[in-house]
């Protein structure tokens, strides 16, 4: 059976190097400020895709990534690794979305890609770490959804049985395709870049970087098709320019704190009873806990 599997994936700063200007005055991410990376969870779910292009040779893995123009990386990082092909939407008009927004231009961008078996995404994102945008695009295709999976065991007569890690343990579920299925950072990492496909893909570019590059390559593209990578904006996805970006999300980040802890905030205790008394205590007080 040839499959043929969406992975979701997301350029996200690399919030292990959060500076003062990470964040910009009308609450959204300043983007430029932060190194970008792909989004550690997704690249589990790329893995669970590559697996199952493995074993049902004839498959396809496409990436799908919404973002800034230079998001076009997370396409080519999965075809470093083995994936066919990708789409990357961008549009100023997709900027500050919050989850609502970003799971409808996904959406949008899915129902142009039309044919599908499978949807496959990281269960969160580091940066908005809401973990919505899976179970919303599921929704909004109207689509059975399987989250929290650890691994895709197999794909059968269009039937999927996946192993998912819940906090209680671990449950094996089956379900018909096409589906949405969210990937935990518990399963597999993703297989490493692959010196061939480096070597067939690196001059993979979108029409923009094509543009902004400093030398032609107008012939080797017109003699590897597969070198050039779509980019998708609102008109080419048919999507209602309301219902994307900041005019799209009802979500408002009303205020952003950067939380440095600082030494004298930590406390040494010994296990004492009446120790540990006091810091539920405390801990109850200000609402940490209870
Ligand atoms: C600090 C901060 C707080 C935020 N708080 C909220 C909030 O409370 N509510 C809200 O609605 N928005 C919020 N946002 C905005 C939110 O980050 C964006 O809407 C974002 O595009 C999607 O949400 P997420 O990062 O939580 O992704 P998640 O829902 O955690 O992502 C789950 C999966 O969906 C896929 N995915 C997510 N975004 C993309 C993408 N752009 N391209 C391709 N695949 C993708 C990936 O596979 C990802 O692993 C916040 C942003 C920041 C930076």
Same mark, same amino acid.
């Given at each position: 059976?040839?499959?043929?599997?969406?992975?979701?994936?997301?350029?996200?700063?690399?919030?292990?190097?959060? /500076?003062? %200007?990470?964040?910009?005055?009308?609450?959204?991410?300043?983007?430029?400020?932060?190194?970008?990376?792909?989004?550690?969870? %997704?690249?589990?779910?790329?893995?669970?895709?590559?697996?199952?292009?493995?074993?049902?040779?004839?498959?396809?893995?496409?990436?799908?990534?919404?973002?800034?123009?230079?998001?076009?990386?997370?396409?080519?990082?999965?075809?470093?690794?083995?994936?066919?092909?990708?789409?990357?939407?961008?549009?100023?008009?997709?900027?500050?979305?919050?989850?609502?927004?970003?799971?409808?231009?996904?959406?949008?961008?899915?129902?142009?890609?039309?044919?599908?078996?499978?949807?496959?995404?990281?269960?969160?994102?580091?940066? /908005? %770490?809401?973990?919505?945008?899976?179970?919303?695009?599921?929704?909004?295709?109207?689509? +059975?959804?399987?989250?929290?999976?650890?691994?895709?065991?197999?794909?059968?007569?269009?039937?999927?049985?996946?192993?998912?890690?819940?906090?209680?343990?671990?449950?094996?579920?089956?379900?018909?395709?096409?589906?949405?299925?969210?990937?935990?950072?518990?399963?597999?990492?993703?297989?490493?870049?692959?010196?061939?496909?480096?070597?067939?893909?690196?001059?993979?570019?979108?029409?923009?970087?094509?543009? %902004?590059?400093?030398?032609?390559?107008?012939?080797?593209?017109?003699?590897?098709?597969?070198?050039?990578?779509?980019?998708?904006?609102?008109?080419?996805?048919?999507?209602?320019?309301?219902?994307?970006?900041?005019?799209?999300?009802?979500?408002?980040?009303?205020?952003?704190?950067?939380?440095?802890?600082?030494?004298?905030? +930590?406390?040494?205790?010994?296990?004492?009873?009446?120790?540990?008394?006091?810091?539920?205590?405390?801990?109850?007080?200000?609402?940490?806990?209870?």
């Amino acid at each position: 059976m040839n499959l043929r599997i969406i992975v979701l994936a997301k350029q996200v700063p690399d919030t292990r190097n959060v /500076g003062k %200007d990470a964040m910009k005055a009308d609450g959204t991410v300043n983007r430029a400020a932060l190194p970008a990376i792909f989004n550690p969870e %997704d690249l589990n779910a790329l893995e669970q895709a590559l697996r199952l292009k493995d074993a049902h040779p004839g498959s396809t893995v496409t990436l799908l990534t919404m973002g800034p123009g230079r998001a076009a990386e997370i396409i080519r990082e999965g075809l470093y690794r083995g994936a066919d092909g990708g789409f990357l939407l961008t549009d100023r008009a997709f900027a500050g979305a919050d989850t609502l927004a970003t799971s409808y231009a996904l959406a949008m961008a899915i129902r142009k890609i039309k044919d599908y078996d499978l949807i496959v995404c990281g269960r969160q994102a580091i940066d /908005g %770490d809401t973990a919505q945008v899976g179970p919303q695009v599921a929704e909004k295709l109207r689509l +059975s959804q399987i989250t929290y999976a650890e691994e895709i065991i197999n794909a059968e007569n269009g039937e999927i049985t996946v192993k998912r890690r819940l906090e209680r343990g671990v449950e094996t579920v089956k379900a018909k395709l096409p589906i949405v299925v969210t990937v935990n950072g518990s399963a597999a990492d993703c297989r490493p870049r692959n010196a061939k496909y480096i070597q067939k893909y690196k001059h993979a570019k979108t029409v923009t970087e094509k543009q %902004d590059a400093d030398a032609d390559y107008t012939q080797l593209f017109s003699i590897r098709p597969y070198l050039n990578l779509q980019e998708w904006s609102v008109a080419d996805v048919n999507a209602d320019v309301v219902q994307c970006g900041l005019s799209g999300s009802p979500t408002k980040v009303k205020k952003i704190e950067n939380v440095v802890f600082q030494a004298k905030e +930590s406390k040494t205790l010994t296990s004492a009873d009446a120790n540990i008394e006091d810091l539920m205590k405390e801990l109850i007080t200000n609402h940490t806990i209870g």
